[in-house]
């Protein structure tokens, strides 16, 4: 059961236009979301997080949106740049029973930021 | 760079053999996480601990097993190695145990099981 949905495989854009990844999530549970960055023979890179008591978190080019009623959040990011080429996670988690922390992760975005 | 280092970066053996992963976290991180990454599965979160003590449990297979030493550092170990678990394996840190505390990444052990 995929908790946390990434439904677009891959997103192509312009560069100086804007990005919109989005990210779905079936648990009620969830209060806290973060997105990561993911080049190639690299480790996931923290970009941005909301809490669920938020339903906007902007840091620089990027922008977090939450809709907690739709279950949904997105990622803006603009303006866009060829740099920005990198598969893109969604993660969630939720107050544990014993104060642990566990991630549960989309399953990625690849976004292509072309010339 | 997050400041996770793990070694080593890539690792080959056979099936049957045990390995060992170890993770040092960034200055001043108490808790460590270990994530196995694979082409069917994604992302999925192993283990957590914090200071020494284990604080969440994932789909952690019984054959692997992990701990954290008083110096911060942790080791994954994965015994009767099968095909199945050639993956990239991650360890994280952050700061505090909860939930809200933004996880770092190191860049990963390469593990393939032949």
């Known amino acids: 059961d995929q908790q946390v949905k990434q439904n677009s495989p891959s997103l192509s854009v312009q560069e100086g236009r804007i990005s919109i990844l989005n990210c779905d999530y079936t648990?009620?549970?969830?209060?806290?979301f973060l997105w990561y960055k993911k080049y190639p023979a690299e480790g996931p890179t923290f970009l941005i997080s909301?809490?669920?008591?938020?339903d906007k978190n902007e840091d620089g080019r990027f922008t977090v949106f939450l809709n907690k009623s739709a279950k949904h959040l997105s990622l803006h990011i603009v303006p866009s740049q060829p740099g920005d080429s990198a598969v893109y996670f969604c993660?969630?988690?939720?107050?544990?029973?014993?104060?642990?922390?566990?991630?549960?992760f989309g399953t990625g975005t690849q976004l292509k930021v072309e010339l | 760079d997050s400041g996770v280092t793990q070694t080593p970066k890539h690792l080959i053996t056979a099936t049957g053999q045990r390995v060992t992963l170890r993770c040092s976290p960034r200055s001043g991180d108490l808790s460590v996480y270990w994530y196995q990454q694979s082409l069917d599965q994604g992302l999925q979160f192993l283990i957590q601990y914090y200071n020494g003590e284990e604080r969440a449990k994932g789909n952690i297979l019984e054959r692997f097993s992990a701990q954290q030493f008083p110096d911060l550092h942790s080791e994954l170990n994965l015994s009767s190695l099968e095909l199945g678990d050639s993956a990239l394996y991650f360890c994280?840190?952050?700061?505090?145990w909860g939930a809200g505390n933004t996880i770092y990444f190191g860049e990963g052990s390469w593990l393939t099981v032949v």
């Open positions: 993660a969630a988690s939720e107050g544990l029973t014993g104060g642990g922390n566990k991630l549960t």
């Open positions: 648990n009620s549970m969830f209060d806290y």
């Open positions: 909301i809490s669920s008591i938020k």
């Open positions: 994280a840190s952050s700061v505090r």
